[in-house]
């Protein structure tokens, strides 16, 4: 993750339909979508801090 210096990934999370616990995509290129949980949140956020991880 977040491989490229000074070009920070954004990965947008839609809170509304996860707190409703309907499966939740993100999208993280093009190409790849996954599955939103909680550790997956907070292993981005880990890799590369909260501002690369914009909750909507």
């Known amino acids: ?3 490229s210096p000074g070009k920070q990934p ?3 999370i839609d809170e509304a339909k996860r707190a409703s616990g309907k499966t939740v995509m993100m999208k993280a290129d093009k190409s790849i979508w996954v599955n ?4 997956l949140i907070d292993d981005l956020k880990r890799s590369c801090g909260d501002e690369c ?3 909507r």
């Open 1 to 3: 993750l977040c491989k």
């Open 10 to 12: 954004v990965y947008v």
């Open 36 to 39: 939103v949980n909680e550790n």
């Open 53 to 55: 991880v914009a909750l």
